[in-house]
């Protein structure tokens, strides 16, 4: 937006409600049932997405009547600080999909521009700065990772009884990159009191830390302020969701929008998603679980919830799964009656990929599982070579010509599995030795197909307990 643009508040009101217009005529013809509206923030409650609301009296009061007069739009933010997003943002997208399943309109806002500011939320340091290429490519990444989830909700889990509001996402670079920074200053910059800035709690524990905050980070609850107004003006948005540790920024950008047009909007925010120990998963702890495949792979997001505590399930099945309540009530029942058959994790696993990865990818989930953990050797035939790199992704692969007369030992060998000489041909006869999940003790052995090669070419090597070769074999 340029700076000639905003020079009075009456031109952006003007230019703002010229826009809401024309959505109002798209709404009146995508209009939601009351029905899908009624009760959607108490619902949101009662499964614990929703945390902490601003203002607290107006929400409570207004923001129900608000979200049943017609489809509204709520936004969440997601700055591109990595190549993905990861299981602590499920939350936030999961809340948008609530909104959006009962007809409401939702944008996703990459912070193409807010990442090189760095939010200091729940931070104890300043964040390393990014290069613009840097942020760019983990747009992509981050771009991809919504549009994937708000894909497979509306393929496996809405229900198509009921209206489906949009989904866009947005870049707020788009807007940032036609100000300069005086009229940025000058225009936004004079809505903001230092005092009530400093107040925030985001603030005040950085301040009060060894390294203290930057004026860069300082100006963050600036930028994002500016964003809920300029996404109140072009899309009529009143609502933003965003974690816990953003309350401080979600009433930045109450504050401003009020004060500039007088508009009453509102924040709500999502609890943080913590480890059994309570650790934030996030990637500042250093224990992310990514949303791409290729930083965490279909069976491992899997496992991930499979090999949740007994006492976090029943939460997990309420904030990460779209399941009516009673129906976590009834696989919680069935757990307690035979815990041993886990239905409530396997449950939760299920959902959870499929929503991330699709129905593929929790097949894919399925498969490596059988193959990993019940020594199947159908499921290691019907995996592709990058679910099995996904599977054994510290093993190295290896595409050997398969040459007539290739023996155990001779695999063995070129893949460096087992040292030269005598000490790996013992190791081989004393059975340290397993081909696609059977032991083999006989060096000598030619390889023989659909025993030693499965029929996807592929042979899983293991030497001892953890070290895996896999073995793709091109024939002559």
């Given amino acids: 937006m340029a700076a000639s643009m905003v020079t009075a508040c009456g031109r952006v009101c003007r230019r703002g409600s010229y826009v809401l217009a024309n959505c109002s005529a798209v709404r009146s013809k995508r209009h939601c049932s009351s029905t899908a509206r009624t009760g959607l923030l108490l619902a949101m409650h009662k499964r614990g997405i929703l945390k902490d609301a601003f203002p607290e009296s107006a929400a409570q009061d207004q923001l129900p009547r608000l979200l049943q007069s017609g489809a509204q739009t709520v936004y969440c933010g997601f700055d591109p600080t990595a190549d993905s997003l990861h299981v602590g943002n499920l939350l936030a997208l999961i809340g948008l999909l609530h ?20 939010d200091p939320s ?5 964040r390393e700065r990014l290069s613009a290429d840097a942020v760019e490519a983990n747009t992509r990444g981050i771009r991809e990772s919504i549009q994937r989830v708000f ?11 009921r209206h489906l509001g949009t989904a866009t996402v947005v870049n707020n670079l788009s807007w940032y990159k036609r100000w300069d920074v005086v009229g940025f200053l000058s225009e936004a910059g004079r809505f903001f009191r230092m005092g ?3 107040s925030r709690h985001s603030v005040q524990s950085r301040l009060k830390s060894a390294d203290g905050m930057s004026l860069t980070e300082f100006t963050y609850q600036v930028f994002q302020a500016y964003d809920f107004y300029h996404l109140n003006q072009v899309y009529g948005c009143k609502i933003q969701l965003g974690g816990s540790d953003q309350l401080g920024n979600l009433m930045s950008g109450h504050d401003y929008v009020h004060k500039v047009c007088g508009e009453e909007v509102y924040g709500l925010t999502t609890p943080l998603v913590t480890s059994s120990v309570g650790d934030k998963l996030g990637k500042t702890a250093g224990n992310a679980v990514w949303l791409n495949r290729d930083k965490t792979s279909p069976f491992e997001l899997y496992q991930f919830f499979l090999r949740q505590p007994d006492a976090s399930v029943e939460g997990y099945l309420k904030l990460f799964t779209f399941l009516p309540l009673a129906e976590v009530e009834r696989l919680m029942e069935q757990q307690r009656q035979d815990p041993g058959k886990r239905l409530a994790h396997k449950r939760l696993a299920a959902e959870v990929t499929k929503l991330v990865h699709g129905k593929e990818g929790l097949e894919s989930a399925k498969r490596c599982t059988n ?12 995996m592709s070579d990058e679910e099995l790199q996904e599977l054994f992704r510290e093993a190295p692969f290896h595409e050997l010509l398969l040459e007539p007369g290739t023996t155990v030992i001779d695999a063995c060998r070129r893949v460096k599995a087992i040292p030269e000489g005598p000490r790996g041909y ?5 059975g340290g030795v397993w081909i696609n999940q059977t032991r083999t003790d006989k060096p000598e052995q030619v390889l023989v197909p659909k025993l030693h090669i499965l029929s996807n070419g592929l042979t899983l090597l293991r030497v001892g307990k953890r070290n895996f070769y ?7």
């Fill in 470 to 476: 896999i073995i793709k074999w091109l024939s002559l």
């Fill in 99 to 118: 909104f959006r399943g009962a007809g409401h309109h939702v944008l996703a806002v990459l912070g193409g521009a807010t990442a090189q500011i760095g």
């Fill in 151 to 161: 894909a497979n909700y509306e393929l496996y889990f809405h229900d198509s009884s």
């Fill in 426 to 430: 013992q190791m081989v006869s004393d």
């Fill in 122 to 126: 729940g931070k104890a340091s300043e």
């Fill in 196 to 198: 009530t800035m400093l």
């Fill in 371 to 382: 193959a990993l953990y019940h020594s199947s050797v159908q499921a290691l035939e019907e």
